[in-house]
């Protein structure tokens, strides 16, 4: 009879050990619902031994590349190499067949001015991999999984391709000082003006606030990302709305950020300015007070001649030649270029354009 209750208790044990594991594996699922799309346990969060924690002055700017992106990514370093005072720190994410052509270039230039570089390839830690990289422009969903990839990094700031600074990059990456506890990504808002916004017209899906917010310039903490589990999230989303999202990865940034809005933090329009900000009326009251901080040239609207004051402002940092002289090379150049456009919409309020640009070009070479 002993021996019959021990073995009863073992079973009850072992019962009990199996329904413990059964239920911390379906926790771990993810639950999508009209009302509750994700719902994540967080008991497990994981920490990493962080190896870019150096000092304040570190500045880290991650970029992915494909196609025929080189020459454009290469004009976004260095529109960042030229006005930094920081320790600029440059990731590349790409191609095989474009690693080496990046790694010749940033070595020359490394050889001018003085920042890091690291080029490395694509990986997505998921199934499916084809059909992630083809999702919206070549590559670009690769950022939704750079907490995974950047395991040891702990903070970017993430820019799409097409964009230039117009200030230092340790400008924008300041605002990591400004997020509270529980934000993880600083992002601006897609549009200013509700009668020409695009998600409250036409999105099928859910989005930030009242306009949705543009992810091409995108400050991340990846140390938060990870422990929020964000990739995570990113799989069941983009199952659950597939065929609704237009936009690829910022659709479903927008929809994460939807359901979790006190994990994102909201800067200025001048900090991602494009030209939806311009091509009507000038709808970026900061940039008009405080000038363009980081041209956003959306829609291949460096490359085209719809607006030209992008095309302009392209063009004049894609000539410029690192080790040359920045105000007599690029900014007079660039304000010649500029009065060119000056009977466009966007171009009739060019100073903004050059506000930041007059602080730390000219007043430096001309003290």
């Keep these: 009879m002993k021996f019959f209750s021990i073995k009863r208790v073992s079973i009850v044990v072992a019962l009990l050990i199996i329904f413990y594991s059964f239920y911390r594996l379906t926790s771990q699922n993810i639950l999508i619902t009209e009302n509750n799309p994700i719902t994540i346990n967080n008991e497990e969060k994981y920490t990493l031994q962080l190896t870019n924690r150096t000092n304040k002055n570190d500045v880290y700017v991650a970029v992915v590349s494909c196609g ?7 004009t976004m370093i260095k529109s960042a190499i030229v006005l930094t005072k920081a320790n600029l720190n440059i ?25 890091s570089f690291q080029v490395i390839p694509l990986t997505y830690p998921t199934d499916n991999a084809d059909e992630w990289q083809k999702l919206f422009k070549p590559c670009a969903s690769q950022r939704l999984f750079l907490p995974s990839v950047l395991k040891d990094v702990d903070s970017i700031l993430y820019v799409d391709t097409d964009v230039l600074f117009l200030t230092p990059v340790e400008d924008v990456w300041s605002y990591f000082t400004s997020m509270n506890s529980s934000q993880m990504a600083a992002l601006a ?15 099928k899906h859910p989005y930030y606030g009242k306009l949705g917010v543009n992810s091409g310039v995108m400050l991340m903490n990846l140390t938060k990302m990870r422990d929020f589990l964000w990739v995570e999230y990113v799989v069941p989303i ?9 936009w690829g990865d910022q659709d479903i940034i927008n929809i994460i950020f939807h359901y979790h809005p006190d994990k994102l933090y909201i800067y200025s329009c001048r900090y991602n300015y494009r030209p939806d900000h311009c091509m009507y009326m000038s709808v970026c009251k900061d940039a008009e007070k405080e000038g363009v901080a980081v041209l956003h040239g959306s829609r291949g609207f460096f490359h085209s001649g719809k607006q030209p004051v992008f095309q302009s402002i392209y063009r004049a940092f894609e000539e410029f030649q690192l080790g040359d002289d920045a105000y007599n090379s690029f900014y007079l150049p660039l304000e010649t270029y500029l009065e060119l456009t ?6 009739h309020i060019k100073d903004i354009y050059l506000k930041n640009l007059k602080k730390y070009i000219v007043t430096k070479d001309n003290r």
């Design 68 to 74: 025929d992106r080189l020459r454009e990514t290469l």
């Design 91 to 115: 990731i590349i994410v790409t191609e095989n067949d474009l690693i080496q052509s990046f790694n010749e270039k940033l070595m020359e230039w490394a050889g001018i001015i003085k920042f």
């Design 189 to 203: 808002p897609e549009h200013e003006d509700p009668n020409v916004g695009w998600y409250n017209r036409f999105a």
């Design 238 to 246: 983009y199952k659950r709305y597939k065929l609704k999202i237009t």
């Design 342 to 347: 000056m009977e466009t919409n966007c171009g």
